[in-house]
């Protein structure tokens, strides 16, 4: 039986991660598109140490609906095995990519390595990853999403949700990143249903992130 409308669960935070991490994407494609070997002294190297953190938030976002929220929806749902397994083909080349994605980024950044060959390498993986992300979120907001509302009460997703977060890795960078995804005027309300743990981190390292986001994208 479907989910009443008034008790389905809020995803909006789930869409803004959405709607970040595609921007995220597109912006990092265009900062090692437009690199070039003077950028080693400037912008590159905190360049690599923000896709080491954002990879974790990749990560994390696997984790999140891989292993808690999609079992628990096809469990529930069987149908949406079909879309599951086209989700899992592009997650299998996601995962490749960001084994090798921190690397890759340092490569560039580094003085010793051939700039030409890194950069080629750098720009080929950011557009393979961003077109497996960007298809796997497509098949998200447009098949799966929209079932999970219907399926779920809001109590049982919450639940859901803060059993993912109980081991988020790279939170330094991740906790900062994920206030930041939402509209600035809706961040006071985010940080006020989130725990005092999650506030604390927020507080210690926001500013941090903020200045590595600037040194990062400058000039991009």
Request: hydrophobic share 50%.
């Amino acid at each position: 039986m479907a989910v009443p409308v008034a008790a389905q669960p809020d995803l909006s935070f789930f869409r803004a991660v959405h709607r970040k991490t595609r921007s995220d994407l597109a912006r990092y494609v265009r900062a090692v598109e437009r690199a070039t070997e003077l950028d080693r002294a400037t912008r590159l190297r905190p360049l690599a140490r923000w896709a080491r953190g954002f990879a974790h938030e990749l990560v994390h976002h696997r984790v999140r609906e891989d292993e808690i929220l999609f079992p628990a929806l096809r469990d529930r749902v069987p149908a949406v095995a079909c879309v599951l397994a086209d989700i899992a083909v592009h997650q299998d080349a996601i995962d490749g990519l960001l084994a090798r994605w921190p690397a890759v980024a340092e490569r560039l950044a580094d003085p010793a390595a051939p700039f030409e060959a890194a950069k080629a390498e750098a720009v080929d993986l950011a557009r393979s990853l961003q077109d497996h992300v960007l298809r796997r979120f497509d098949l998200e907001d447009a098949e799966i999403l929209p079932v999970l509302a219907a399926n779920f009460g809001g109590a049982e997703y919450d639940a859901l949700v803060a059993r993912a977060e109980r081991h988020r890795p790279g939170r330094a960078f991740a906790i900062p990143w994920s206030v930041d995804a939402v509209e600035p005027g809706d961040r006071r309300q985010l940080l006020a249903r989130a725990t005092p743990e999650v506030r604390l981190v927020w507080k210690l390292h926001q500013g941090r992130y903020e200045r590595l986001v600037t040194a990062a994208f400058s000039d991009a």
